[in-house]
């Protein structure tokens, strides 16, 4: 009885493993944002080629969703995750150490290790504890956040005490300490490859579905306007009198408000078979949140928090979309392939598009009236993939 009450030590090891790999998956590349004025600076690079650091990482998210799962089914699980947490450390380190181009090549292969984690973790997890699955799942939603938000707030003090090279390269640490609690892990079996993995039929069936499309929007159009602000909402309130050390502060509470507000839609979720409403009101906070920025600059604090939030909350609700909207597993992994896959590469072009139209306009203001004006097209997306009923 005692082994049915108490988790196993590998059990333990498992799951502070897969927490410490969820640590892995944003702070990488939300860490750059504080640092990207320093970074612009060293290299000479204009606005829109600074976007490019964190749109790089999105184009590769979007590239490797598909390719992830297959990988698994050759390796393992196990030791896939284990190859992603390599890349991740060899890729911040790169980007850290040397000239421009190692700074846009380390920023590719870090994103490829994050890639495999997001496409492959919550499978494990399914795989391994499919009792506690919201839990789980919303335990390291908090952890992706709260270490991002952790990398985000010390970024700057840390350049100013060192170099900002030391700042950008301190997010390895994470990884290399995860590598080394993955290693019991790779002792056991390499593992099955995820529900639907191999399935290409199901992947191009999926396309034919407007739901699949509406929860591809609802995903796809909220990641653009995160990037966006993952990118720039330190410049923006940089330009409005914040210092760099309270840019990097406010950047990192977005990250941590964004991480508790899936705390709250999961628990939602799991009592609800409609999300009309939950994806309005998630809306509604987000877009009150880009408002406020907008006109009254000087309680950003607020505004900041009240984003973070909503938009958050609308990303938990859009990953919940695909396991409420399918009907199988392999459907699902079809449906998180087409949503990851278009999602993010849609999310691409907002770092590039809005610095490239900062140069243009030489001000802020155009980007966040954009920003707003996307959620408008969120928001329907939400109505349409919140009803409650499932694909085919």
Not at 45 to 56: D, Q, W
Not at 137 to 142: D, G, H, M, P, V
Not at 248 to 257: E, I, K, T, V
Request: aromatic share 8%.
């Amino acid at each position: 009885m005692v082994s049915h009450t108490f988790p196993s030590i590998r059990s333990l090891l498992l799951i502070a493993g897969i927490l410490l790999i969820a640590a892995n998956l944003r702070a990488p590349v939300t860490a750059v944002a504080p640092l990207l004025t320093d970074i612009q600076a060293h290299f000479r690079l204009s606005t829109a080629s600074a976007g490019l650091l964190t749109t790089l990482p999105l184009l590769v998210f979007a590239a490797t969703s598909s390719f992830s799962a297959q990988l698994s089914g050759r390796l393992g699980l196990e030791r896939t995750l284990f190859c992603g947490l390599c890349l991740i450390a060899a890729g911040v380190i790169a980007r850290s150490a040397g000239g421009v181009e190692w700074l846009f090549a380390g920023t590719i292969v870090s994103a490829i290790g994050i890639a495999l984690g997001n496409v492959l973790l919550p499978g494990l997890v399914k795989r391994e504890f499919p009792g506690h699955l919201a839990m789980l799942t919303s335990i390291y939603a908090l952890i992706m956040g709260a270490v991002a938000a952790l990398s985000s707030g010390i970024a700057v003090p840390l350049a100013q005490h060192s170099h900002w090279r030391v700042a950008l390269a301190s997010t390895a640490l994470v990884a290399v300490i995860s590598l080394l609690v993955w290693l019991p892990q790779l002792r056991g079996r390499p593992g099955q490859a995820l529900p639907g993995a191999r399935a290409g039929v199901g992947r191009i069936a999926i396309w034919r579905y407007a739901l699949a499309w509406q929860v591809t929007l609802f995903f796809g159009l909220n990641s653009f306007v995160y990037y966006v602000m993952i990118s720039w909402l330190p410049a923006i309130l940089h330009d409005n009198g914040y210092s760099a050390a309270e840019a990097g502060r406010l950047h990192g509470l977005m990250q941590l408000a964004s991480a508790l507000a899936g705390l709250l839609v999961i628990a939602l979720v799991r009592y609800g078979r409609d999300q009309r409403g939950a994806a309005l009101l998630t809306v509604a906070l987000a877009s009150a949140g880009l408002l406020g920025l907008l006109l009254s600059p000087q309680w950003a604090t607020l505004w900041t928090l009240l984003f973070g939030l909503g938009n958050g909350a609308v990303f938990i609700l859009a990953i919940s979309f695909v396991g409420l909207r399918a009907n199988s597993p392999s459907q699902a992994a079809a449906l998180s392939a087409m949503a990851q896959g278009l999602g993010y590469l849609l999310a691409a072009l907002g770092p590039t598009l809005t610095g490239y139209l900062h140069d243009l306009a030489g001000s802020w203001l155009p980007i966040l009236v954009t920003c707003l004006t996307i959620y408008l097209g969120i928001g329907a997306a939400g109505i349409l993939a919140g009803r409650s009923r499932t694909i085919g």
